[in-house]
């Protein structure tokens, strides 16, 4: 994953995130009383749902990102110790104590290594846990790519959208039984002018802006918003739902 994010930002504009997020946790079978990993929880708008869901539980909210750390800290105060805050990157081993499960939302499409990813989760979650997820899969805002190529045709997207075949065979081959990996569209069309150009800045063009001048950063986003013509990200979401072996 990349480098921080501005997670005031992120939290006032991710609608469709939490939204997809929501519906994802319903796949989570859940008693009541397990410790479950959010596997890039953000400004733990999802993770604030799967507490409810956890009323004798606990999660381990795990983001690279210190800033969205601290958003979510802010959110989830209300559960005090019933959640643990990890800063820790999902591409290397993770720094905590075996889990019963493991939910992820919007956050796997930002590792480039999925063996490793696979490899990192299936090491700390219980023999028969249940790992549910969705991240960005092939195709996904393939509209907002070119566009940006067209503005600036060294463009480069940071992201890893996988198929569903290469999918279910690395988490097989990470320890995982029972796969099931399938695409979803998700076309989301957002108010024009300022509201789109936001989303843009803050989410989809995040990396390349880190790497411009600032005076560079406002116009190239008005020029993919204005490349793009209609407001409308088409979305393709990668869908998991996988348990660990043993």
């Known amino acids: 994953m990349t480098a921080d994010w501005n997670a005031a930002s992120y939290d006032r504009v991710a609608d ?9 946790l319903t796949r989570l079978p859940l008693a009541g009383d397990e410790t479950v990993l959010d596997a890039g ?14 009323p004798e539980g606990r999660v381990v909210a795990l983001d690279l990102s210190g800033g969205m750390l601290l958003e979510a800290r802010r959110r989830l105060a209300r559960f ?3 959640v643990t805050f990890v800063e820790a990157d999902l591409a290397k081993p993770l720094p905590i104590q075996p889990v019963d499960a493991i939910l992820s939302t919007a956050t796997f499409h930002w590792v480039l ?17 249940w790992l549910v997820a969705q991240c960005g899969g092939f195709g996904n805002v393939q509209r907002f790519v070119d566009a940006a190529k067209r503005v600036d045709p060294s463009f480069t997207r940071h992201h890893n959208f996988q198929t569903p ?5 690395r988490l097989e081959r990470s320890g995982f039984t029972d796969v099931q990996a399938w695409l979803s569209p998700a076309p989301t069309r ?15 063009l995040r990396p390349t802006l880190a790497d411009m001048p600032d005076d560079r950063r406002k116009p190239f986003v008005e020029a993919v918003a ?7 990200l088409d979305y393709v979401r990668l869908n998991i739902v996988a348990r660990r072996a043993g």
Do not use: I, K, Y
Request: net charge negative; proline share 7%; aromatic share 8%.
């Open 16 to 24: 469709p995130q939490a939204r997809w997020g929501a519906e994802v």
């Open 41 to 54: 929880c953000g400004s733990g708008r999802v993770t604030e749902l799967l507490l409810e869901r956890l």
């Open 80 to 82: 005090g110790e019933r």
């Open 113 to 129: 290594d999925h063996d490793v990813l696979f490899a990192n989760l299936a090491a700390v979650l219980r023999p028969g846990g």
């Open 165 to 169: 075949d290469a999918t279910r065979d």
């Open 190 to 204: 957002f108010e024009p002018g300022e509201p789109f150009a936001a989303f843009l800045e803050t989410v989809c």
């Open 226 to 232: 204005r490349e793009m013509g209609e407001p409308v």
